[in-house]
């Protein structure tokens, strides 16, 4: 088996993002904590209820943020909250991009003998924001920014600018969106594990899939790919 192509996510596997919406979510439940004890949980549920209005992203997590704070806060007067959530919402959209370690050589390496493709869902300017200050944007030889990942959304992409599924790999640190639509549609995939996870990326890993890794690091994705179809 030969692979031509790799496809690799953005967010959280070539550079950090929970982190920052993670921390975000903190303040928001330390804001409505006078309204509620479970702010937190409520916004995961919101978040999750829009998903398929707002897509994947910043605007769409503010935009939850405000919807939550408006139903906790009713009778009250939401104006210093929402002043609060769209600042922290333009924090968000400005946070610095710096590649997580290894991910430069790596990729280097990688586009030498692979057709490396960027595949991420989004937001279309800040997804274009955070690739233009990583720096990386030169070793892709195509990008993809996708209001979801599944299979069908797989085999287009790796057919366009690839030689199909079956000689592909796919790689990112979610195993709902990265990995398990991506062996559906036929590819390879490793999972590259963040320390952390949000909600709506939670899966189980498909132990024993042949076409299946787990990686500790970046770094070990060369010898992985050369191995199973370099």
Same mark, same amino acid.
């Given at each position: 088996?030969?692979? +031509?192509?790799?496809?690799?996510? *953005?967010?959280? #596997?070539?550079?950090?993002t929970?982190t920052?919406f993670? &921390?975000?979510?903190?303040r928001?439940? /330390?804001?409505? @904590?006078?309204?509620?004890?479970?702010a937190g949980d409520? =916004?995961?549920?919101?978040?999750?209820?829009? %998903?398929r &209005?707002?897509?994947?992203g910043?605007k769409g997590?503010? !935009?939850?943020?405000?919807?939550?704070?408006?139903?906790l +806060?009713a009778?009250?007067d939401? +104006?210093?909250?929402?002043? $609060?959530? !769209?600042? @922290?919402g333009?924090?968000?959209l400005?946070?610095?991009i710096?590649?997580?370690?290894?991910? $430069?050589?790596? &990729?280097a *390496? %990688?586009?030498?003998?692979y057709?490396l493709?960027?595949?991420?869902?989004?937001? =279309?300017?800040?997804?274009?924001?955070k690739?233009a200050?990583?720096?990386l944007?030169d070793?892709?030889?195509?990008?993809?920014?996708?209001?979801e990942k599944?299979? $069908?959304?797989y085999?287009?992409?790796?057919?366009?600018?690839?030689t199909?599924a079956g000689? *592909?790999a796919?790689v990112?640190?979610s %195993?709902?969106?990265?990995? !398990?639509?991506?062996? /559906? @549609?036929?590819?390879?995939?490793?999972?590259?594990?963040?320390?952390?996870?949000? #909600?709506?990326?939670?899966?189980?890993?498909p132990?024993g899939?042949?076409?299946?890794?787990e990686l500790?690091?970046?770094?070990?994705?060369?010898?992985?790919?050369?191995?199973?179809?370099g």
């Amino acid at each position: 088996m030969t692979i +031509t192509t790799v496809g690799l996510d *953005a967010d959280d #596997t070539l550079w950090h993002t929970e982190t920052h919406f993670r &921390l975000t979510h903190e303040r928001f439940e /330390q804001w409505l @904590a006078p309204y509620s004890a479970t702010a937190g949980d409520r =916004l995961a549920e919101v978040e999750g209820r829009n %998903l398929r &209005l707002y897509g994947y992203g910043v605007k769409g997590f503010i !935009l939850s943020m405000l919807e939550t704070a408006m139903e906790l +806060t009713a009778g009250g007067d939401a +104006t210093p909250l929402v002043r $609060e959530i !769209l600042a @922290a919402g333009r924090e968000l959209l400005a946070f610095p991009i710096e590649p997580l370690p290894g991910v $430069e050589q790596a &990729l280097a *390496a %990688l586009g030498d003998r692979y057709r490396l493709v960027l595949i991420t869902k989004g937001d =279309l300017l800040d997804q274009e924001r955070k690739l233009a200050a990583s720096g990386l944007g030169d070793l892709f030889s195509a990008v993809e920014i996708v209001s979801e990942k599944d299979a $069908e959304v797989y085999r287009r992409i790796f057919a366009r600018h690839g030689t199909g599924a079956g000689e *592909a790999a796919m790689v990112g640190n979610s %195993l709902r969106s990265d990995v !398990l639509p991506a062996l /559906q @549609a036929g590819a390879f995939a490793a999972h590259i594990p963040y320390p952390l996870v949000w #909600t709506h990326e939670l899966a189980d890993p498909p132990t024993g899939h042949p076409r299946f890794a787990e990686l500790a690091s970046i770094a070990e994705l060369p010898a992985w790919l050369a191995r199973v179809g370099g």
